[in-house]
């Protein structure tokens, strides 16, 4: 019996996840069409032109690429500045995000309320870069400054969802999160994976932790 569950884990680690993933992104981009249609001309008519935002994000094995999103602020946007980061890499008590900040719009607020400015990522999962679950990806900024540890969650492609995700997202701090993402780089299987896109669906509904 654990010889069978190890070669099934082995056959999804090399090759079933990308099938998985190919096959629900594009399961997923084919529901969320009508959505889509809908949510760009909300975007086009309230906000206004680019409606899709691009930056870089450091993927599998530190490699960079670029991650697509429905724009959620506006135009004139400033960057955060980032606090000075340890040299023994980020601080466990770090947090990335805060739920007031006045550079996003009304609309980007409900979207980033419901992951909808995310789905445009399906096309990443579809070209190879993300994974439909896994840890989310990162800015370069951060994973330049891992340590050792922090950067093992980096060994599996970033995901749409992950562990953190449905455990806190927003709300957890950056040790809590590498935490998360670690356990899910040494335990992942396909039904840990189904469980997490279950649990994902619950947790956008109530809208918990997401700004």
């Not at 999160?177 to 040494?186: A, G, P, R, T, W």
Request: proline share 5%; aromatic share 10%; with cysteine.
């Amino acid at each position: 019996m654990h010889g069978q569950l190890a070669q099934t884990k082995t056959f999804y680690s090399k090759n079933g996840k990308r099938i998985f993933d190919i096959v629900g992104a594009l399961l997923l981009l084919f529901i969320t069409i009508p959505l889509m249609l809908v949510v760009f001309l909300i975007l086009l008519i309230s906000t206004g032109r680019p409606v899709f935002l691009k930056q870089i994000r450091t993927g599998q094995e530190h490699q960079r690429f670029v991650i697509w999103k429905l724009r959620t602020m506006t135009i004139q946007a400033v960057p955060v500045k980032m606090p000075r980061l340890c040299a023994d890499g980020i601080p466990d008590d770090f947090y990335f995000k805060t739920e007031q900040d006045a550079r996003i719009t009304k609309v980007g607020a409900v979207l980033r309320k419901l992951s909808i400015d995310e789905i445009p990522q399906l096309i990443n999962v579809l070209k190879g870069d993300m994974s439909i679950v896994g840890p989310r990806p990162e800015v370069p900024t951060i994973t330049n400054a891992y340590n050792n540890l922090q950067a093992r969650r980096l060994e599996v492609k970033p995901g749409l969802t992950g562990l953190a995700q449905i455990n806190g997202r927003s709300n957890i701090s950056h040790g809590q999160k590498i935490s998360y993402d670690l356990e899910y780089v040494v335990k992942y299987s396909f039904w840990m994976d189904i469980k997490i896109i279950i649990k994902t669906l619950f947790v956008v509904l109530a809208r918990t932790g997401a700004y």
